[in-house]
Protein backbone atom coordinates (compact mmCIF):
# COMPACT_ATOMS: atom_id res chain seq x y z
CA UNK A 1 0.00 0.00 0.00
CA UNK A 2 1.42 3.80 -0.86
CA UNK A 3 1.96 5.53 2.43
CA UNK A 4 3.13 9.14 2.63
CA UNK A 5 5.51 10.59 5.65
CA UNK A 6 5.50 14.21 6.84
CA UNK A 7 8.15 13.89 9.85
CA UNK A 8 7.41 17.62 10.93
CA UNK A 9 4.62 18.48 13.09
CA UNK A 10 5.35 21.58 12.69
CA UNK A 11 7.67 24.54 11.53
CA UNK A 12 8.22 28.08 11.62
CA UNK A 13 9.97 30.76 9.54
CA UNK A 14 10.08 34.19 10.12
CA UNK A 15 7.97 36.37 7.06
CA UNK A 16 10.06 36.79 3.95
CA UNK A 17 12.21 34.23 4.75
CA UNK A 18 12.38 30.60 3.17
CA UNK A 19 10.95 27.32 4.77
CA UNK A 20 11.36 23.62 3.40
CA UNK A 21 8.78 21.25 3.98
CA UNK A 22 9.52 17.41 4.34
CA UNK A 23 7.59 14.37 2.46
CA UNK A 24 8.61 10.99 1.44
CA UNK A 25 6.67 8.20 0.40
CA UNK A 26 6.70 4.92 -0.72
CA UNK A 27 5.24 3.26 -3.99
CA UNK A 28 5.76 0.15 -5.88
CA UNK A 29 4.59 2.50 -9.15
CA UNK A 30 6.77 4.14 -11.79
CA UNK A 31 4.48 6.39 -12.66
CA UNK A 32 2.33 8.82 -10.04
CA UNK A 33 1.38 12.06 -9.11
CA UNK A 34 2.66 14.01 -5.92
CA UNK A 35 0.66 16.97 -4.97
CA UNK A 36 1.20 19.59 -2.08
CA UNK A 37 -2.19 21.24 -0.36
CA UNK A 38 -2.28 23.94 1.43
CA UNK A 39 -5.16 23.88 4.54
CA UNK A 40 -5.58 27.81 5.88
CA UNK A 41 -7.66 28.46 9.09
CA UNK A 42 -10.53 28.61 7.05
CA UNK A 43 -10.36 24.41 6.52
CA UNK A 44 -10.37 24.88 2.81
CA UNK A 45 -8.39 22.57 1.16
CA UNK A 46 -5.99 24.48 -1.81
CA UNK A 47 -3.84 22.91 -4.41
CA UNK A 48 -0.96 24.06 -3.77
CA UNK A 49 1.49 22.11 -6.63
CA UNK A 50 2.22 19.03 -8.39
CA UNK A 51 4.51 16.91 -9.94
CA UNK A 52 4.25 14.15 -12.11
CA UNK A 53 6.79 11.31 -11.68
CA UNK A 54 7.64 11.00 -14.90
CA UNK A 55 9.13 14.20 -15.45
CA UNK A 56 12.81 15.40 -13.90
CA UNK A 57 12.34 18.94 -13.85
CA UNK A 58 11.40 20.25 -10.63
CA UNK A 59 7.81 21.75 -10.54
CA UNK A 60 7.43 25.33 -9.22
CA UNK A 61 3.96 27.92 -8.96
CA UNK A 62 5.68 31.65 -8.21
CA UNK A 63 7.31 31.59 -4.91
CA UNK A 64 6.52 27.65 -4.16
CA UNK A 65 8.97 24.96 -5.38
CA UNK A 66 9.41 21.23 -5.04
CA UNK A 67 12.74 19.16 -4.95
CA UNK A 68 11.25 16.08 -6.24
CA UNK A 69 14.03 12.96 -5.71
CA UNK A 70 12.29 9.58 -7.22
CA UNK A 71 14.89 7.40 -6.13
CA UNK A 72 14.96 8.91 -2.70
CA UNK A 73 11.39 8.82 -2.76
CA UNK A 74 11.52 12.27 -1.40
CA UNK A 75 9.31 15.52 -2.58
CA UNK A 76 10.26 18.56 -0.13
CA UNK A 77 8.34 21.56 -0.71
CA UNK A 78 10.02 24.91 -0.89
CA UNK A 79 8.83 28.07 0.25
CA UNK A 80 10.62 31.30 -0.82
CA UNK A 81 9.84 34.98 0.13
CA UNK A 82 7.15 34.05 3.20
CA UNK A 83 4.13 35.98 3.65
CA UNK A 84 1.89 35.95 6.70
CA UNK A 85 -0.81 33.93 4.22
CA UNK A 86 1.35 31.46 3.97
CA UNK A 87 0.41 30.54 7.65
CA UNK A 88 -1.35 26.96 7.46
CA UNK A 89 -1.50 23.26 7.31
CA UNK A 90 0.21 21.68 5.06
CA UNK A 91 -0.50 18.30 3.07
CA UNK A 92 1.59 16.39 0.69
CA UNK A 93 -0.34 13.85 -1.14
CA UNK A 94 0.01 10.50 -3.81
CA UNK A 95 -1.85 8.98 -6.52
CA UNK A 96 -0.71 6.12 -9.34
CA UNK A 97 -4.26 6.56 -11.00
CA UNK A 98 -4.04 9.31 -13.78
CA UNK A 99 -7.79 10.80 -14.01
CA UNK A 100 -9.02 9.31 -11.23
CA UNK A 101 -7.79 11.29 -7.71
CA UNK A 102 -7.71 8.60 -5.02
CA UNK A 103 -5.08 10.57 -2.98
CA UNK A 104 -3.37 9.56 -0.22
CA UNK A 105 -2.18 12.41 2.36
CA UNK A 106 0.32 12.46 4.84
CA UNK A 107 -0.64 14.02 8.28
CA UNK A 108 0.33 17.56 7.58
CA UNK A 109 2.43 20.35 8.97
CA UNK A 110 1.55 23.20 10.37
CA UNK A 111 3.55 26.21 9.15
CA UNK A 112 3.59 29.63 11.32
CA UNK A 113 5.20 32.70 9.85
CA UNK A 114 6.92 34.93 11.97
CA UNK A 115 6.15 38.83 11.54
CA UNK B 1 -21.96 25.73 -9.56
CA UNK B 2 -18.95 28.13 -8.99
CA UNK B 3 -17.42 25.38 -7.08
CA UNK B 4 -18.22 22.13 -4.83
CA UNK B 5 -20.91 22.99 -2.84
CA UNK B 6 -21.31 20.49 0.74
CA UNK B 7 -24.45 20.74 2.98
CA UNK B 8 -24.89 21.32 5.63
CA UNK B 9 -21.40 23.04 6.96
CA UNK B 10 -22.21 21.66 10.49
CA UNK B 11 -24.24 18.96 11.62
CA UNK B 12 -24.54 17.58 15.51
CA UNK B 13 -26.50 14.62 15.89
CA UNK B 14 -27.28 12.27 18.42
CA UNK B 15 -25.82 8.90 18.58
CA UNK B 16 -27.59 6.48 16.87
CA UNK B 17 -29.14 8.83 14.81
CA UNK B 18 -28.61 8.61 10.57
CA UNK B 19 -27.03 11.72 8.80
CA UNK B 20 -27.25 12.63 5.02
CA UNK B 21 -24.00 14.45 4.14
CA UNK B 22 -24.68 16.08 0.55
CA UNK B 23 -22.27 17.15 -2.21
CA UNK B 24 -22.62 19.04 -5.69
CA UNK B 25 -19.98 18.71 -7.70
CA UNK B 26 -18.55 20.96 -9.97
CA UNK B 27 -20.95 20.67 -13.24
CA UNK B 28 -19.12 19.10 -15.58
CA UNK B 29 -17.07 17.06 -13.62
CA UNK B 30 -16.96 13.23 -14.02
CA UNK B 31 -15.12 12.42 -10.63
CA UNK B 32 -16.75 12.88 -7.19
CA UNK B 33 -14.38 11.58 -4.21
CA UNK B 34 -15.72 11.23 -0.52
CA UNK B 35 -13.19 11.75 2.16
CA UNK B 36 -13.04 11.66 5.86
CA UNK B 37 -10.69 13.88 7.86
CA UNK B 38 -10.39 13.31 11.65
CA UNK B 39 -8.99 16.70 13.86
CA UNK B 40 -4.95 17.13 12.98
CA UNK B 41 -4.87 14.24 10.67
CA UNK B 42 -4.54 14.36 6.24
CA UNK B 43 -7.67 13.47 4.92
CA UNK B 44 -8.39 9.56 4.40
CA UNK B 45 -10.03 8.57 1.24
CA UNK B 46 -13.67 7.09 1.26
CA UNK B 47 -14.99 6.25 -1.92
CA UNK B 48 -15.45 7.79 -5.51
CA UNK B 49 -17.59 7.57 -8.48
CA UNK B 50 -17.34 7.92 -12.15
CA UNK B 51 -20.66 9.82 -13.41
CA UNK B 52 -23.17 7.19 -11.24
CA UNK B 53 -21.10 4.43 -11.12
CA UNK B 54 -18.91 3.85 -7.85
CA UNK B 55 -15.46 2.90 -8.51
CA UNK B 56 -13.93 1.81 -5.42
CA UNK B 57 -15.49 1.75 -2.15
CA UNK B 58 -12.72 0.61 -0.13
CA UNK B 59 -12.46 3.31 1.94
CA UNK B 60 -15.99 3.04 4.02
CA UNK B 61 -15.04 1.84 7.68
CA UNK B 62 -17.68 -0.80 7.94
CA UNK B 63 -21.40 -1.10 6.47
CA UNK B 64 -23.18 1.46 8.31
CA UNK B 65 -21.32 4.10 5.39
CA UNK B 66 -22.82 4.39 2.00
CA UNK B 67 -23.02 6.56 -0.58
CA UNK B 68 -24.84 7.33 -4.11
CA UNK B 69 -24.97 9.30 -6.67
CA UNK B 70 -28.16 8.27 -8.65
CA UNK B 71 -28.04 10.96 -11.62
CA UNK B 72 -23.91 11.15 -11.96
CA UNK B 73 -24.27 14.42 -10.74
CA UNK B 74 -25.13 15.15 -6.56
CA UNK B 75 -23.88 12.56 -4.12
CA UNK B 76 -25.10 11.72 -0.74
CA UNK B 77 -22.69 9.96 1.95
CA UNK B 78 -25.43 8.32 4.54
CA UNK B 79 -23.86 6.97 7.91
CA UNK B 80 -26.40 4.97 9.72
CA UNK B 81 -26.88 4.58 13.56
CA UNK B 82 -23.85 7.27 13.98
CA UNK B 83 -21.47 6.96 16.51
CA UNK B 84 -19.10 9.11 18.24
CA UNK B 85 -16.11 8.03 16.34
CA UNK B 86 -18.04 9.22 13.09
CA UNK B 87 -17.44 12.53 14.30
CA UNK B 88 -15.12 14.16 11.56
CA UNK B 89 -14.58 16.54 8.65
CA UNK B 90 -16.11 14.60 5.61
CA UNK B 91 -14.76 16.71 2.52
CA UNK B 92 -16.16 16.04 -1.04
CA UNK B 93 -13.87 16.79 -4.27
CA UNK B 94 -14.49 16.46 -7.90
CA UNK B 95 -12.30 16.28 -10.84
CA UNK B 96 -12.88 16.84 -14.66
CA UNK B 97 -11.63 13.89 -16.85
CA UNK B 98 -7.83 13.70 -17.91
CA UNK B 99 -7.03 16.03 -15.15
CA UNK B 100 -5.02 15.70 -12.15
CA UNK B 101 -6.33 18.55 -10.23
CA UNK B 102 -9.26 17.79 -7.76
CA UNK B 103 -11.40 20.00 -6.58
CA UNK B 104 -12.22 20.55 -2.90
CA UNK B 105 -15.55 21.79 -1.23
CA UNK B 106 -15.62 23.41 2.48
CA UNK B 107 -16.75 20.25 3.76
CA UNK B 108 -18.94 19.66 6.23
CA UNK B 109 -18.27 18.89 10.49
CA UNK B 110 -20.08 15.90 11.60
CA UNK B 111 -20.11 15.77 15.68
CA UNK B 112 -21.90 12.98 17.18
CA UNK B 113 -22.57 13.62 21.17
Known amino acids: AQTVTQSQPEMSVQEAETVTLSCTYD???????LFWYKQPPSRQMILVIRQEAYKQQNATENRFSVNFQKAAKSFSLKISDSQLGDAAMYFC????????????FGTGTRLTIIP | GAGVSQSPRYKVTKRGQDVALRCDPI?????LYWYRQALGQGPEFLTYFNYEAQQDKSGLPNDRFSAERPEGSISTLTIQRTEQRDSAMYRC???????????FGQGTRLTVV
Open chain 1, 93 to 104: AYTFNFGNEKLT
Open chain 1, 27 to 33: TSESDYY
Open chain 2, 27 to 31: SGHVS
Open chain 2, 93 to 103: ASSFPGTTEAF
